[in-house]
């Protein structure tokens, strides 16, 4: 079989080079990383719960319009997703107040804030991906003030569409970090989002035990990082693909304007969601 060619390799992620022209795969690797590695360790199962995650995720937001670079998943742990200039900088959203804000600004986590924020991160693992502000993003040109203010509109779009999805599985959205990449359409260049959206990516907490269900169960070593990704997958309805051999009974499925319609045998296709 021909090699494919590696394009990239970052922490929790390789990309090569695609089957056709403009086109890249992402695979998702069990590597857990945190404090730019200086903690790290191989979690069974995380590239395929994440690469899920996120493909239903950037399925949804195709439906509703909001671009982004993702075209469909191949197997387990990859998806086809299309080749974009990743811009270097990392956009987060806050709701609530939690990570890094807490300790800069002096606030408690679980505040809720005064409206979402947010912040740019340059990305840059030498300097530990610092704070910058959009001054530094259009003056070192790595976008231009138009490309802010797309960004800046994805992202409070992404923040509204993500929150009710999760509010609707019991789970808050306290923050998230979001990538963005140029991508050449019809002669025109247009921002989409790309990378991931996962827990790995996200504060995910439960509404009502207020139960970490993201990375940072990794990087404050609270354990059961894998559990709570399988649940976050579980509430999304994701499991029954992912364990075609669980359970054996019938269960509901719901046609496409979300109302129960019949029943279908446990591991079946789920939900018409299903990876081409
Ligand atoms: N985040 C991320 N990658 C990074 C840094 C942050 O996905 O390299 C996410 C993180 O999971 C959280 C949000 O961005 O959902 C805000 O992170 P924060 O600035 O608090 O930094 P952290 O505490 O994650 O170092």
Redesign the pocket.
């Known amino acids: 079989m021909k090699k494919r060619r590696r394009i990239y390799e970052g922490k929790a992620k390789i990309l090569y080079e695609g089957p056709e022209p403009g086109t890249l795969v992402q695979f998702f690797k069990d590597d857990a990383t945190?404090?730019n590695k200086k903690m790290h360790e191989i979690m069974d199962g995380k590239g395929v719960l994440n690469n899920r995650i996120s493909e239903h995720i950037f399925k949804q937001m195709n439906r509703i319009g909001i671009p982004n670079h993702f075209i469909k998943r191949l197997n387990m742990r990859e998806q086809l997703i299309k080749e974009v200039e990743i811009i270097p900088v990392?956009v987060?959203v806050?709701n609530i107040a939690?990570?890094?804000?807490c300790d800069r600004l002096g606030l408690t986590e679980g505040e809720v804030l005064p409206r979402s924020i947010i912040?740019f991160?340059y990305k840059k693992d030498e300097l530990n991906?610092p704070l910058v502000s959009e001054e530094h993003v259009t003056a070192f040109g790595w976008a231009s003030p138009q490309e802010i203010d797309d960004m800046m509109a994805l992202a409070i779009r992404v923040n509204d569409f993500l929150s009710g999805l999760f509010l609707g599985i019991g789970v808050q959205l306290?923050?998230?970090?979001l990538e963005f990449g140029r991508h050449v359409e019809d002669d025109m260049v247009r921002i989409i989002v790309a990378d991931e959206i996962s827990p790995?990516?996200?504060?995910l907490w439960d509404i009502n035990t207020r139960e970490k269900m993201?990375?940072?169960r990794f990087?404050k070593s609270l354990g059961g990082m894998i559990e709570a990704y399988r649940e976050i997958a579980t509430r999304l309805g994701l499991m029954q693909e992912m364990e075609p051999t669980r359970g054996s009974g019938p269960v509901l499925v719901a046609s496409n304007d979300g109302k129960n319609v019949g029943k279908q045998e446990s591991g079946d296709k789920e939900n018409g969601d299903k990876g081409k």
């Open positions: 945190a404090y990392e987060v806050r939690a990570g890094t804000i912040e991160f991906d306290v923050d998230f970090k790995d990516s996200c504060r993201d990375k940072d990087r």
